[in-house]
Structures are given as structure tokens and as C-alpha cells.
């Protein structure tokens, strides 16, 4: 009999259009819009890249010339250079073409447009430039047999920090959009979770009332009831997954399996949620799925699905709303899988939505166990 509710249960789940369009279709599309709004954000905004500058040469200087074709060449480039004339250089800066202009006289100086990050690096380079070509040629003067150590010093890479990476992961800022939403699609499950409770309770619904007159057991019918609705909604969860993961390609880790697994302990949590909210009081079922649908967007906005930078606000004045929100755990169970080689935080934020979904389970049962009606 349970294996024969089962079923019903989630053929009546999938035929559910507008939940289903809530937990499919609108993910998708919002993915979408992330991926053309974000997708070079970090790329262009975040990761250094050559700076594009002009050089005009009022007089010639070998040295100079040299040390800027050495920095043009590499892997890593410092500067991208072409030589003009003053007014074609000036136009290309206008045009935003190029991040500044170095005039090479019997000084160097620049051009280049205010509060302008490149520019700043520009003018550092050509003090640095300046400071060892007048230590060089002071030392030619006075000690010329020191020439080739003071060269060598000055060329030598002082390291003051020993720099080590904490990850090898996506450091890309904008990802935290995509786990956000990926916690949401979970979250929406809480709207089934209401369906189940509310289904079983014979003074909300006419299945309800059906159910309580059967002989099927209570106990049977209620989890049957989360158990297809658990599993309707993860195929969900895994549609949005597999969208974001694997066609639009963002960066979410090499584990893809976990990352249907932390798709699965969402949708635990959320199921559990709906549940525990639509067996509390005698609302109607969309007075509950109301609150159930506002309470998942609360948790969304302050986990930083509309904001991104909410999560980081909250860990630094109020770190106890980032440890209660599920959306927020949801989101760090991605974000673990995205930064760190190991998964013991991951293990954390997993056992933490877990018990959160027990705790909310059996807060379920006790306001549904052995209710009675006086009429149906």
C-alpha cells in the first residue's frame, strides 16, 4: 500500500504545472539572464590584464625603449605598447583605445586619465624606471666597476611575502548568484512540503478528508506524501543543476556528483520546512503556501540572491542569521565545493541542514499525530 501511494503521490506532484514551472522553468531563465549579465564580469573587472598605452618618442631613448619591449613580451604581459605621434596618441586616449600616453623627452612623463587604476600603475613604473637609471648612471660616474652589481641588485625580485594560494578554486565573486539561486530552486520545495501536510489534514483539503477516512495508516499516507515530493522536487533541483553546471558551463567544481547531493540535502530541507509550515494551524492551503513561498524569498534576499553582498554584511555584524538561514547554508554547501580541497566545512553546513530537516520532520508530526474532527 505505501509503494501504491507512492506513486500517486508523484504522478500528482509532476502534475502540479505551476509549482513545476516555479521549480523548472524560472530557474532556468533567471540562469540565463545571470550568465549574460555576469559571465565576463570578473574576467574584465577582477583579473589583471596588459594595459594598452602609447608611447611617443620626442626623442629617442634605446634604454627605454628596450625595457618596454621586454615588458610587452612573456605570458604575462605589463603593457601592450604602440608608438604614435602626439595627436594620433591622444585621439586613441580619447577613444578610450589606450589607459594613457608616455612622452619620452629629456624626462619621461604621462598622460593619462584621472582616478584611473592603470594610470596609477603607469606613473609607478616610470618612477621606478627613473629612480634605477639615476642610481645606474650615478654609479657609472662615480664607481663604474660597480656597475654590473648594482645592475644585478636592482634587477633581482625581492620578495618581503612568501605568497601561498588557500584554493584552487573559482574565486569568481559573480558564482555566488548561481549558488544563490540553486539554494531558491531547493527552497521552493517548501511550497510541496506544504502541499503534503495540508493534504493529509481532512478540515484543509478533500483528499485530506479522504485520507483520514481510509484505513491506510497515517503515519504511511504522510510520508509516502513527503517522500514523492522530495523526489519530484529534486529532479527539479537536478534540471537547474545540470542547466547551470553543465550547458552554461559555470565553474562550480570538478565533483559533480556532490553537486547533486548538496541538490538533494536542499530539497531535504526545504520539503521539511513546507511541511512543518503547512501542518502548524487551520490557515487555508494558500494562506500557508503564501508564507511558505515569502519565508523561502526572505531567506534567498538575505542570503544574497538579489544583493550579493548580504551574506558577507551579515557574517560580519550578525553571523548567528547566516548559521540559521537554510538558504545561506544551501548556497555555502556549493561555495564549499567551489573554493576548498577538503570537505569538512561542507560536512558542517550538510549535518546542520540534515538536522535542521529532522527538527522540522517531527515538528510536522506532532501538530498532524492523531488529529481528530468532529465532522468532515
Partial sequence: MFWHNLKYEFLQGIRQKEQIGWMMIFPIVLATFFYLAFGNLYEQDELFREIPVAVVEMKEDAVFSSVMEELAQGEDP?????????????????????????????????VAKENCT???????????????????????????QHVGAV????????????????????????????????????L???????????????NLSPIGARKCT???????????????????????????????????????????????????????????LGFFI??????????????????????????GLMVG????????????????????LISDLFYCLTIYDNYTRYTQIALTLIVMSVIFTAGGFLFTRRKKYASI
Fill in 151 to 186: 645592475t644585478e641588485s636592482l634587477s633581482a625580485e625581492i620578495r618581503a611575502l612568501d605568497t601561498r594560494s588557500m584554493s584552487n578554486g573559482n574565486m569568481d565573486l559573480y558564482a555566488s548568484y548561481f549558488h544563490n539561486l540553486i539554494a531558491m530552486v531547493a
Fill in 214 to 272: 481510509s484505513p491506510t495508516h497515517k503515519l504511511k499516507s504522510i510520508i509516502s506524501s513527503l517522500l514523492a515530493t522530495f523526489l519530484c522536487q529534486t529532479i527539479c533541483t537536478f534540471l537547474s543543476i545540470t542547466y547551470i553546471a553543465l550547458i552554461l558551463r559555470v565553474d562550480m567544481g570538478n565533483n559533480i556528483p556532490m553537486l547533486y547531493l548538496s541538490g538533494a540535502i536542499g530539497v531535504l530541507a526545504g520539503t521539511a
Fill in 78 to 110: 605589463l603593457f601592450t605598447v604602440q608608438y604614435t605621434e602626439q595627436e594620433a596618441a591622444e585621439a586613441l586616449l580619447r577613444d578610450g583605445e589606450i589607459d594613457g600616453i608616455i612622452l619620452v623627452d629629456e624626462t619621461l612623463s604621462m
Fill in 309 to 328: 553582498n548580504m551574506k558577507p554584511l551579515f557574517e560580519q555584524h550578525c553571523p548567528i542569521v547566516n548559521r540559521l538561514n537554510p538558504a545561506a
Fill in 278 to 303: 503547512g501542518s502548524i494551524g487551520t490557515l487555508a492551503e494558500n494562506t500557508k503556501f503564501g508564507i511558505a513561498f515569502a519565508f523561502t524569498m526572505v531567506c534567498c534576499f538575505l542570503s
Fill in 118 to 144: 592603470e594610470a596609477s600603475i603607469i606613473h609607478a613604473f616610470l618612477s621606478q624606471y627613473h629612480t634605477q637609471k639615476t642610481v645606474i648612471t650615478d654609479t657609472m660616474k662615480t664607481n663604474p
Fill in 188 to 202: 521552493f520545495a517548501a511550497t510541496g512540503g506544504v502541499f503534503a501536510a495540508t493534504q493529509n489534514q481532512g
